[in-house]
C-alpha cells in the first residue's frame, strides 16, 4: 500500500505560477521504486494526463498542452514529486492529482497507476 497526497495548490491569475507537491511513501516500497505521474480533472470533463517522471528522474512525459510550460521533477531523498506550472491559463483550471505507478509501466494512461491521491484544486482566473 502506497499513500499519496497532493500539496500546493491555490488560486493564481493567468500567467502566474504555481507549484504542487506530491508526498508517497509505503511501508514496504521504496520511492525510488515508483513512477509517478500527475493527472488533472476540469469540471464536466473527464480525467486527463499532465506529466510522469520515471524513478529516477531521468525520463519525463508531458501532455502537448501543458509542454514548454510545465516540469515534473522528483526529490527521491524526501519522498517527493513537483509539477512546476508556469505561464497558467484559465483552462489549466482543474483539480490535479498525483499517481502512483508500482506494477507495470509508466503510461499516460491513468489505468497504468496503482494508486492516487484525492487532489489538489488549482484555479487560474482570467
Known amino acids: 500500500q502506497v499513500q499519496v497526497v497532493e500539496s500546493g495548490g491555490g488560486l493564481v491569475q493567468a500567467g502566474g505560477s504555481l507549484r504542487l507537491s506530491c508526498a508517497a511513501s509505503g511501508r514496504t516500497v521504496a520511492f525510488t521504486d515508483l513512477a509517478m505521474g500527475w493527472f488533472r480533472q476540469a469540471p464536466g470533463k473527464e480525467r486527463e494526463f499532465v506529466a510522469n517522471?520515471?524513478?529516477?528522474?531521468?525520463?519525463?512525459d508531458y501532455a502537448d498542452s501543458v509542454k514548454g510550460r510545465f516540469t515534473i521533477s522528483r526529490a527521491n531523498a524526501k519522498n517527493t514529486v513537483y509539477l512546476q506550472m508556469t505561464s497558467l491559463k484559465p483552462e489549466d483550471t482543474a483539480v490535479y492529482y498525483c499517481a502512483v505507478v508500482q506494477y507495470g509501466r509508466m503510461t499516460q494512461s491513468g489505468n497504468s497507476y496503482d494508486y492516487w491521491g484525492r487532489g489538489t484544486q488549482v484555479t487560474v482566473s482570467s
Open positions: 517522471i520515471d524513478w529516477s528522474g531521468v525520463i519525463t
